[in-house]
């Protein structure tokens, strides 16, 4: 799975910059809007230390740490939802990936132009959302017109899904995102279809400045208190330390948090965090050719976590061997671990969980 997330935000509140310091690709950082006219694409490798772990044990010719694809989309601004700025390609860009970080200033500086005129998080945010909300609207009252018709008709079917989308259009209008509303399973199904903006989880990225990365300021309490209600997360990054992170080797990197009292970089909470809230854990591969993580959603069975590497595999499953991460580390060979009775086998049903270390067996 090539977890996608898209950074967002108003014109200069950081978000390139942050892009810059998390990401393999560089995009332009400028003090003007639209400074990033096409999506930038970069691929971030997902820090995990148990991979050092196996690589350790089992001496690989190569060691493949999963990614996350992270989409630095073109700054939004007002009437998006009507085509204005970049508002059409912003919509379309955003629609494709998995989650959203928004990145929203939390900073003073009188030497980067605010398009407020002011340093207000709720603004920014409020101004993103209503374009989303807006555009999303569209889409459910379309919906609804075609669905309207077929419950006329008597279709019980068309009747419980008009129902379901009338609370989202109801919602929408009053300014409520998607993800925020307390639906049924069956209810959102009825909007599946429309792959809606809002109803997509969001991470709030506040960006701060150097002084404000540990215990936030005024502007990160009122984003807090802005967002309670909503299922997303909030963390606290300066762009400024990312950027400076990013140009310095491992061991310089640990010293340089240090300096500043940092247990982690930005990078590190940003990845937790989208983990996190997309409900994602990690299994692993390893043999003599390589060691390799593997992301998967919480709760998949074998055959689907085997998916993952082909599609073969979960066609023609018969079963896993199972070695949980702490046993390969006690035992330190898998031979080792098979004599102390450490290897499962496991058929179909098993449920796999974060840190496995699994080999598949199954046909052609």
């Known amino acids: 799975m090539a977890l996608q997330c898209g950074i967002v935000g108003l014109p200069n509140v950081g978000k390139s910059t942050l892009f810059n310091a998390l990401s393999s690709a560089k995009a332009e950082a400028a003090n003007f809007p639209f400074c990033t006219i096409e999506p930038n694409v970069g691929v ?78 709720m603004f920014d945010k409020e101004v993103i959302d209503t374009e989303l909300q807006l555009k999303d609207l569209e889409s459910v009252d379309k919906k609804i017109q075609k669905v309207e018709k077929m419950a006329k008709t008597g279709d019980a079917k068309a009747k419980k899904e008009l129902a379901a989308l009338k609370i989202y259009q109801e919602n929408l209008h009053k300014g409520v995102n998607a993800r925020a509303l307390d639906l049924t399973a069956d209810e959102r199904k009825a909007a599946a279809d429309l792959q809606l903006l809002t109803e997509k989880p969001v991470i709030y990225v506040a960006n701060v400045d150097e002084d404000s990365v540990h215990d936030g300021n005024k502007y990160v309490a009122a984003l807090k208190e802005g967002v309670k209600d909503e299922n997303a997360e909030v963390i606290l990054i300066s762009a400024s330390i990312e950027s400076q992170i990013a140009e310095l080797d491992d061991e310089e990197k640990a010293l340089f948090l240090e300096e500043y009292g940092l247990k982690e970089s930005g990078l590190n909470k940003l990845i937790k965090a989208s983990y996190h809230i997309l409900n994602l854990i990690t299994y692993f591969t390893a043999g003599v050719q390589e060691v390799r993580a593997w992301t998967i959603i919480k709760g998949w069975k074998a055959p689907q976590a085997a998916g993952v590497i082909h599609t073969d595999f979960e066609r023609g499953f018969i079963k896993a061997e199972v070695i949980k991460i702490d046993d390969y580390q006690k035992y330190k060979t898998e031979l080792a671990c098979r004599e102390a009775g450490k290897i499962s086998i496991e058929g179909k049903e098993y449920i796999v969980h974060d840190g496995d270390v699994m080999h598949f067996r199954f046909n052609v």
Do not use: M
């Not at 230390?49 to 073109?74: C, F, M, S």
């Not at 955003?94 to 398009?115: K, M, S, W």
């Open 44 to 121: 971030i490798s997902v820090p995990d230390e148990r991979l050092e772990i196996l690589e350790a044990l089992v001496n690989p010719k190569r060691v493949l740490p999963t990614v996350i694809e992270i989409v630095d989309i073109a700054g939004l601004v007002k009437g998006a939802s009507k085509g204005e700025g970049l508002g059409n390609k912003f919509l379309a860009n955003i629609r494709e990936v998995d989650a959203i970080i928004h990145v929203i200033r939390c900073f003073d500086d009188p030497n980067i132009v605010h398009v407020a005129g002011g340093v207000d998080p």
